[in-house]
């Protein structure tokens, strides 16, 4: 062992690898296996189970001693890559969810090598950020002074444009004084469809949720403007103050997506902020076609939009859209001595972006935004939107085709809410048998919808969000689904 | 162009690649530009400016047509790659930053081509995260039963906590009431050296940073233990809600560490939350010969810990660890019809990590630290650790050495905090001539310390994460400080 000399400090050891060819021809195995894993998606089930002997596998304690990159890599190939939630599958429409691309794969390779920390400094990446956020702007027709944040979902992209909102109508210093100190509740509006993180943002703000109105739907599960303005109108009167509606651009029950141009001429009205949680729908101004949906999102003051659901980059990847650029910073920036801006050299600089949201140390996310747009062009994005929505089209005209299937809800984008119901059998047994075809469809790994209730009734939900799915994925579902349905029905 | 022949969707365009040999071979050279950059990383500068032509061509608008991959990734070698920030270089010792690891890099490939979600479902992912958490308890000698949550970093593992810690003390329904209705205010402690980010999240919390006391520093930089209980006995007797002590295991600006153990045993008697924020310091157990300097970071309600600073793991990577796993599970968890578990399929299971944080998507952060922890085995960390210590203990030893340089502050960990000094100049003049020489390290791209101010002294300050950093790198960077220095001082 060969020691400094001058302290006996061994610092040859460090966590690069001893013999660099080994580490590439590993990643270069590690390449072969991702583009495999994603040419032949297709040819797997969607779903399977993690066998018992498998998960008993990661119960073993904390590694001590080395088991060499080869050793955790092969066990990664036996042990991980073959259990997967499946929501590369061209049949997986769970929840609301995006697929991903190889290319924006090999672009976390990058961004994970380059390493840098996009909580600020003078470097390169700060302006792949800004450059990615200005698109997400042209996206939803916001202005160019407005502000934005890379975040890391729909969740958090919420939180931030809640957060400056909280602060705008506290009337109070909150950020010092707290929300204890607000004279008189502030309260949000939202409809009863709204999705479940904001409430959370809400609570986690200290607003508490029963200050969350909780707005009634019309027939198309879309706010109900009138019943929204009544609202409004009854806590002024009170002596409460009105400070945010959340206008819904796609649900995540059936895709609503609520009239916000009427909410923004209300929040205008009333001196309300409007946000907009266009996890689903903020991109649907891509396509043309589907444009007027969103109608008035350009003039919300804050919009959460997704990047890892409709515009498939890999997780995780949102960003927070706010119009007032002084108020964004004003709700989150702090600079101590350790963190002063220097006017030269890596800690100069005025893009600093963790003075926009609640990291400090901040991963380099944008690189996939950036090399991933560049990649496909937005009006790539634009026709694979609409293509999802005329498959949700078609879907329901097979639905409403069957005399055996039910279409149970339907907003104006991507998302079928369904059932087998072949007649004859009441609810309540309409409900298990739904559910149990669920679960079989998931276990036969033939597709993977999701399930939610609408008006109490159990339906198959189909979030129709892929890149990859084409229509005859479709039928396979539709004649899997028919199948299993008559044997469950004829078995009982 | 093939319609289908029932309604005309042409699905055959998708967001994969028409050429996956193309993809691949792109792929390939990915790699091996991600092991050159990391391989060469010694042989070129820390850090050099983005020249204002590259920085114009990140002013050009939303790209409508596709570019395609391959030009897409030529910009990325041409503009992006070259002009990073640095920390992957072994004389990049700004802030308090990990430089990444070629495997850790790989990882990320891997998790982002499977790309699953990892807020819940039933898929191995779920089971490699619980594991590393376990590791994550293991460390800090939590118990099995803890609960935790891998989170972006420092930032929202120190949230997380607080977040619990709040809802907790509030002595309401916090989650529905809101912070305006707890009858008295929560008060929550630190010393005055804590990291922004508490003040931050109490900000974002509703608690208003007025109730966090900024508790004195003893002149080691740790909390003065006797003025922390006089200020939760006053507090008390004016009425107020004593809540929650924040414990630094090493503070960012000199790696201090409070004495852990009084605030344990100060926090039992006048039940208090106890929480850690170890961003810095939780993993120094994994060094025996250092383990006692966090000696009661057991005891703590809640730990921050951060995976991307000494643990080496590429941005971003943390873990909120809670012992209560009800309190941590209840301050967050919300599940609304379409996030209903099931009893099989991909929906079942029992570990929905969006349950316990702020995040519903989530990506699949975990594979790079459980393949990491396995490469390595944690007594390698923990030796690493060890020698970054000691090269902040050797950097020192030089320091005190040489007449023109002074030791400013020095924490028992790994951040040594200095300034040229050469006599005979005075106080301001000394921060301009070190502040000068500061920009003239990074400019030269020789070395890349930060700076603080102590006792309104500014220092250049030397954080020692860096596990390629050896005892040369230290006297590379002390002989072109003199140099520099010297310089600076016969031109003026």
Redesign the interface.
């Known amino acids: 062992m060969t020691l400094?000399p001058?302290?006996g400090?061994?610092?040859r050891?460090?966590?690069?690898?001893d013999d660099?060819g080994a580490?590439?021809a590993?990643?270069?195995r590690?390449?072969?296996?991702?583009?495999d894993?994603?040419?032949q998606v297709r040819e797997r089930p969607?779903?399977r189970?993690?066998p018992e002997h498998?998960?008993a596998q990661?119960?073993?304690?904390?590694?001590?001693?080395?088991?060499?990159?080869e050793?955790?890599?092969a066990?990664?190939r036996e042990?991980?890559?073959p259990?997967?939630?499946?929501?590369?599958h061209p049949r997986f429409w769970?929840?609301y969810?995006?697929?991903?691309?190889?290319?924006?794969?090999?672009?976390?390779?990058?961004?994970?090598?380059?390493?840098?920390?996009?909580g600020g400094?003078?470097?390169?990446?700060n302006?792949?950020e800004?450059?990615v956020i200005?698109?997400c702007k042209?996206?939803v027709g916001f202005p160019a002074t407005g502000s934005g944040l890379l975040v890391?979902?729909?969740?958090?992209a919420n939180?931030v444009g809640l957060?400056v909102a909280?602060n705008v109508h506290a009337g109070v210093d909150?950020?010092?004084?707290?929300?204890?100190?607000?004279a008189k509740?502030l309260v949000f509006y939202a409809s009863t469809e709204v999705h479940?993180?904001v409430?959370?943002?809400i609570?986690?703000?200290?607003?508490?949720?029963?200050?969350l109105r909780q707005v009634p739907v019309d027939s198309n599960y879309r706010i109900d403007i009138s019943a929204l303005k009544v609202m409004v109108a009854q806590d002024r009167a009170a002596g409460r103050v009105p400070a945010c509606v959340i206008g819904n651009a796609g649900t995540?029950?059936t895709g609503a997506i609520d009239d916000l141009a009427a909410i923004a001429d209300l929040c205008a009205q009333e001196k309300l902020w409007f946000h907009v949680d266009g996890a689903i729908g903020a991109v649907v101004g891509l396509s043309a076609e589907h444009a007027p949906l969103v109608h008035g999102i350009e003039r919300a003051d804050s919009v959460a939009v997704?990047l890892?659901k409709w515009m498939?980059i890999?997780?995780?990847a949102g960003c927070a859209l706010v119009r007032d650029r002084g108020a964004h910073y004003r709700a989150?920036t702090?600079?101590?001595?350790?963190?002063?801006h220097?006017?030269?050299?890596?800690?100069s600089g005025d893009l600093w972006f963790s003075d926009y949201g609640?990291?400090?140390?901040?991963?380099?996310r944008a690189?996939?935004v950036w090399?991933?747009?560049?990649?496909?062009?937005?009006?790539?994005y634009g026709?694979?939107i609409a293509?999802n929505i005329?498959?949700a089209e078609?879907l329901a005209?097979i639905v409403r085709g069957n005399p055996h299937l039910e279409l149970m809800g339907m907003g104006n984008l991507n998302i079928v809410c369904l059932r087998f119901n072949p007649g004859g059998v009441d609810e309540k047994a309409l409900d298990a048998l739904n559910?149990e075809l669920?679960?079989r469809?998931?276990?036969s790994g033939i597709a993977?919808p999701?399930?939610?209730?609408l008006n109490g009734k159990y339906c198959l939900?189909v979030a129709l969000v892929n890149?990859?799915?084409?229509?005859e994925d479709l039928r396979v579902f539709v004649d899997a689904a028919l199948r299993m349905g008559n044997d469950l029905r004829n078995s009982r």
């Open positions: 400094n001058s302290n400090i061994d610092t050891e460090s966590l690069d690898p660099w580490m590439r590993l990643a270069h590690a390449v072969d296996d991702a583009m894993y994603l040419e969607v779903w189970p993690t498998v998960a990661f119960a073993r304690p904390l590694p001590k001693e080395p088991e060499g990159a050793r955790a890599y066990q990664f042990l991980v890559l259990y997967q939630l499946g929501n590369t769970s929840w969810m995006g697929a991903g691309t190889p290319f924006g794969a090999v672009a976390d390779l990058l961004a994970s090598t380059l390493n840098p920390n996009m400094g003078n470097h390169v990446g302006l792949v800004r450059q200005d698109w042209e996206i890391s979902g729909g969740s958090m939180f957060t909280r909150v950020r010092t004084k707290g929300v204890g100190a607000i509740p479940s993180c409430q959370r943002s609570e986690v703000l200290g607003l508490g949720s029963d200050w995540i029950n997704d890892h498939q890999p997780f995780e989150f702090l600079t101590p001595d350790y963190l002063e220097q006017s030269r050299g890596l800690a609640p990291q400090l140390s901040r991963g380099f690189l996939k090399l991933s747009f560049k990649e496909h062009g937005l009006a790539r026709r694979l293509r005329a498959l078609e005209r559910e669920l679960l469809l998931h276990e993977a999701s399930y939610t209730k939900r890149h990859r799915t084409k229509s």
